[in-house]
């Protein structure tokens, strides 16, 4: 459903649950544009997919190894029918993670931390329920997924109590998944506290450090990270869908809590700036205008896999340092907030780089039916088959029960033989986070896999996997989105 938990899995999903769809190659189809405006073809296919899926509004920028071309298409307010321009900012939800990482990283080249540092050496005063794996957990971890702490989302507590710093003070009563390093599971407030890592030890506000050692050494000038910049720029708000009707309403949060800054919560970019920022990262750290944010070691290590996901198909992904790493050598991060779906996809063989930002939660569609197409062509790798369903008999024991994060609760319920999934917010923070989600039936494709059913057409089914059996033969976890849910009875 359209909730907080589906919109921060995007970062995830598409890349655990298969990645890039199979599409034809409609690159190939459409031909390089000579300038910096809109390409007639570009335009037209987004415009004609928007219109098809009924998204609100949408913002594309490609590099093509050569050409910037950029299309727009809907509206960027669709309360005051204002149309989405090549100037609006549109949320970019977890793709926050990679400029993150890319902070962190600035602290390796600068020899302020080692990424093999224990997290507590810098942050000594970092508290959670289990100290004694916390003092596992090192400055790597927290980028690439593997801390094991139990932090999905964490309450808001308003304006005035929601700094990054708070983040930190309410990790205490956070416990943990799993021993740390041993397992892949996609997490915000590891994602906050590396956010946190650079500020403290910059000694500056991490708003600041995205600007002034992102943005601007850049010349992104089509950016921010820090709400209250909004009125200098021309920017979007998301639209949800309301389940008991059908129709969509426009967000009346259209920031999640600015302590979770780090992980996606307050950016907002450009399509054409956010290629920019990609191309100086597979660029070895150089931007388009010549200016080094990176060394190219760090830029390269950004993008080296250093930990899988839990397998959901033929094809092997993981994740690298920010960058969610997928076959053929692409790299990409999704995003989402309230009415929020955006991708980032880069391939650094070729240097081509594709962001599509859309400001509605059908986006996912759109990602299927324009980006996908795209970005399958420059690999030269066959689509994979798609799953098949299993004619075996399942133990509905060994996968019923209730499966949970610490923002999360998944129930699995076994109803004549066969499997059903219902999902509820623990923490509601979206406009529809307490609707009520109907249940799922699960379709099982064998070896502990099965599908559930999208909310949207044109968007493939979600995949879950049941991993880790006990003593009893009931399974420990069950994988949803590159997240990690742990059984809880």
Request: hydrophobic share 40%; net charge neutral.
């Amino acid at each position: 459903m359209s909730t907080r938990r589906e919109f921060l899995k995007t970062g995830a999903a598409l890349v655990a649950a298969g990645g890039i769809a199979a599409a034809p190659d409609a690159a190939a189809a459409m031909p390089a544009h000579s300038d910096m405006t809109p390409a007639p073809d570009f335009a037209e296919a987004l415009r004609a997919a928007v219109d098809a899926h009924r998204i609100t509004g949408a913002s594309f920028a490609y590099w093509d190894g050569s050409t910037l071309h950029s299309a727009v298409a809907g509206l960027r307010n669709s309360v005051a029918g204002d149309p989405v321009t090549p100037d609006t900012l549109m949320h970019v939800g977890s793709i926050t993670k990679v400029a993150n990482a890319t902070l962190v990283m600035q602290l390796v080249d600068d020899g302020l931390i080692e990424l093999d540092d224990p997290v507590l050496k810098h942050i000594p005063e970092l508290r959670t329920r289990d100290m004694e794996a916390l003092g596992r957990v090192t400055c790597k971890m927290l980028i690439n997924h593997t801390s094991g702490i139990d932090g999905e989302w964490l309450p808001e507590y308003g304006p005035d109590q929601e700094r990054i710093v708070d983040t930190i003070d309410r990790c205490a009563g956070l416990g943990q998944l799993f021993t740390p390093g041993t397992e892949t599971s996609y997490n915000n407030v590891a994602t906050v506290i590396a956010g946190y890592l650079s500020q403290k030890l910059r000694g500056a506000s991490w708003y600041t450090l995205v600007r002034k050692r992102i943005y601007e050494p850049l010349g992104m000038a089509h950016a921010l990270v820090d709400p209250l910049d909004v009125p200098r720029f021309r920017t979007s708000i998301g639209d949800l869908t309301d389940y008991t009707t059908g129709k969509m309403f426009q967000t009346k949060r259209p920031f999640l809590a600015p302590s979770f800054a780090p992980a996606g919560a307050t950016q907002m970019t450009t399509s054409t700036d956010l290629v920019d920022f990609a191309r100086a990262l597979i660029g070895g750290g150089v931007g388009t205008n010549g200016t080094r944010i990176l060394s190219e070691a760090s830029a390269q290590a950004m993008t080296t896999k250093t930990s899988e996901y839990v397998a959901m198909g033929a094809e092997s992904h993981g994740y690298g340092l920010g960058w969610s790493i997928q076959p053929g050598g692409l790299v990409s991060h999704g995003g989402g907030g309230p009415g929020v779906r955006s991708m980032l996809v880069a391939h650094p063989a070729t240097g081509r780089v594709a962001a599509l930002l859309t400001n509605c939660d059908r986006g996912d569609a759109l990602m299927v039916a324009f980006l996908d197409p795209i970005t399958r062509g420059w690999t030269g790798l066959q689509p994979p088959a798609p799953p098949r369903r299993s004619n075996k008999r399942i133990d509905p024991a060994r996968y019923a029960g209730t499966y949970e994060n610490n923002a999360d609760r998944y129930v699995i319920a076994a109803e004549a033989g066969a499997l059903t999934l219902r999902t509820y917010d623990k923490i509601g923070t979206y406009d529809n986070s307490d609707m009520e989600k109907p249940a799922l039936k699960l379709v099982s494709l064998g070896d502990d896999l099965f599908e559930r059913p999208s909310p949207f057409a044109g968007v493939k089914p979600g995949l879950l996997r049941f991993v880790k059996p006990g003593g009893d033969g009931k399974t420990r976890f069950l994988a949803d989105g590159g997240r990690l849910l742990a059984r809880a009875g």
